[in-house]
């Protein structure tokens, strides 16, 4: 299991917990096992990599802690709240306001520009105040000067930026991100990582990582290597200054 921050340290409450989690699939008649008895405490502020090889688990893990899937055994408490015990309406509540995407392909829509992109999760939810939050948002990842422009018109990098700013305009206390430097050249992937260290450290907010990337888990505070479904090792790579 991942360290905890001392019990001092105002970022230790734990916004996500894995609790001897498993996850089965059925394959064409045969049972596959995803996840076996793995544990993992994920606390706000801190930012958590998981690396292995593709079909290691780290995509079923990341879909259990933001409750699009569910465990065969074991308990997945997001924010003090077992995700299986909700209805549907609360696990949309839920991913709604606690937990943000971020994405490979950046997944942003082609007909919006890019402040509608990144207001869009607040106008489902009907705030009145999505636009200025877009625009806030788009500020803090400094892509404000983008915001009427559509995405076919940026480059890989910058359409990350406003996935990243879209994942954060409701606050989520959870960031997950699955390979979000995949499509990226070496120096983009870089600021992109440095972005979410700062996302961690600034706004104390959990962020669950998968990736390829040693550099990239690099500046996370805790590794979590996994290997056919299970914890294989935890590591904490050395504080950056």
């Known amino acids: 299991m991942p360290r905890r921050p001392d019990s001092n340290d105002t970022r230790s409450m734990s916004i996500v917990r894995l609790e001897h989690v498993s996850k089965e699939y059925v394959s064409d008649g045969a049972t596959v096992l995803a996840l076996q008895d793995v544990s993992l405490d994920v606390a706000r502020g801190e930012f958590v990599t998981l690396i292995g090889r593709s079909g290691c688990g780290k995509s079923t893990l990341l879909n259990l802690a933001g409750a699009m899937d569910f465990p065969t055994m074991g308990k997945v408490i997001v924010d003090g709240v077992v995700t299986s015990s909700l209805r549907e309406s609360e696990l949309t509540r839920l991913r709604r306001e606690k937990v943000g995407f971020i994405f490979q392909s950046f997944q942003l829509l082609p007909t919006l520009s890019v402040v509608e992109n990144v207001e869009l999760p607040l106008m489902l939810a009907a705030r009145s105040d999505a636009?200025?939050?877009?625009?806030?948002c788009l500020s803090w990842v400094e892509m404000d000067l983008y915001a009427a422009r559509m995405p076919f018109q940026l480059s890989g990098g910058q359409m990350q930026r406003i996935a990243i700013a879209r994942a954060l305009v409701h606050s989520p206390l959870l960031l997950l991100a699955d390979e979000p430097t995949g499509n990226l050249d070496t120096t983009t992937s870089?600021?992109?990582?440095?972005?979410?260290r700062r996302i961690a450290t600034e706004k104390s907010t959990a962020i669950l990582m998968a990736t390829h990337s040693l550099e990239a888990a690099g500046l996370s505070d805790t590794m979590v290597r996994m290997r056919d479904g299970q914890v294989e090792e935890v590591l904490q790579p050395a504080k950056k200054v």
């Open 131 to 136: 636009r200025d939050a877009a625009m806030a």
């Open 190 to 196: 870089d600021l992109i990582i440095e972005l979410l």
